[in-house]
């Protein structure tokens, strides 16, 4: 199986040293527009097309609004894809691409790559989904270095809250269903945000999203439902922790940290790989991604016109 990875970032960095640990697939390029020769024999390309020709696979790490583009050349040529999130910048580019992909014989998969992380795991694991809850989830980082500073122009990146909060916002529709309101609250820059989200179930998720924060990558969440409290901060040395309610005498109940861990990367590429290879579904479709997406965009009109949307109302709309 050939794999070629367009862009070669930070991301695409990741992605590849993922399939290095694979013995069944062969990165048989690597698209960038900046970079020639080669990187440790696999080949850089300038030209898109001339890397299309030689894969099976497309794994796209360029930045957000380039998606739509390059996953039509994709598709159009009977290529599988694997889209880095978000999977794109508009809702109109999105509602293409999964016509696209409706006409075509495709596997798709988005990297919506928190659902791999083992702690995130282990909080939905135990959680009750048909039970309402209170959860806050914070994610800070400082202001992400890329080319040209594309992210930190919010018409090509979305901000703070399409670019880092959607991996708040997909964990929160997968671990407790369907959004049915949302409000979101932004700085003028939209390097923080605030969002607010209204579940069908009951629950209700804060999500915070930073990039003013010097003190390194952060990620927390904490989730209460009845007598439960889940906590995670991935800065502490024990980061997850389960308080129950058991009885007076054992109200607590640590779970241990996790000592050897599968790079989330690796194990999403892996599952990706092996839907092909065994003709199966992909774990995260690119309906299901969409689902997150829409919220996300949803969350940036909602800063936009400083008022409360519901999903309910905008559907009928249509």
């Not at 241990?256 to 999403?268: C, G, I, K, Q, S």
Request: proline share 5%; hydrophobic share 35%; with cysteine.
């Amino acid at each position: 199986m050939k794999i070629v990875i367009l862009g070669y970032g930070f991301i695409g960095d990741i992605h590849l040293n993922a399939y290095r640990q694979m013995n069944d697939v062969e990165v048989a390029g690597i698209y960038s527009t900046t970079r020639t020769g080669d990187l440790q024999g696999i080949p850089f390309y300038n030209d898109l097309e001339r890397c299309l020709e030689i894969a099976d696979v497309v794994d796209v790490c360029l930045p957000t609004f380039m998606h739509r583009d390059v996953f039509e050349k994709a598709v159009e040529r009977g290529k599988h894809v694997f889209l880095e999130k978000p999977m794109a910048h508009t809702d109109e580019d999105c509602q293409r691409m999964l016509e696209l992909e409706e006409r075509s014989r495709s596997k798709v998969m988005v990297g919506q790559v928190l659902r791999y992380f083992p702690e995130y795991r282990k909080l939905k694991e135990s959680i009750d989904p048909d039970k309402p809850a209170s959860t806050l989830l914070s994610r800070r980082s400082q202001l992400p270095v890329s080319a040209k500073n594309w992210s930190l122009d919010r018409s090509n990146s979305g901000g703070v809250i399409l670019d880092l909060s959607l991996h708040d916002i997909d964990f929160a529709r997968w671990a407790f269903g369907p959004v049915t309101r949302v409000y979101a609250q932004t700085d003028p820059d939209h390097y923080y945000a605030l969002i607010t989200l209204r579940h069908e179930n009951g629950s209700i998720s804060r999500i915070e999203g930073s990039w003013r924060y010097d003190g390194g990558f952060a990620q927390e969440a904490e989730i209460a439902q009845e007598n439960d409290l889940l906590t995670f901060n991935s800065q502490e040395i024990h980061p997850l922790m389960v308080h129950r309610k058991v009885s007076l005498k054992n109200d607590s109940t640590e779970v241990p940290p996790v000592l050897r861990r599968d790079d989330p990367w690796y194990l999403e590429l892996r599952d990706f790989v092996d839907s092909i290879r065994n003709d199966g579904p992909v774990p995260v479709t690119l309906q299901d991604a969409y689902e997150s997406t829409k919220i996300a965009l949803l969350a940036l009109r909602s800063a936009h016109e400083k008022r409360p949307i519901s999903l309910a109302k905008e559907l009928n709309k249509r």
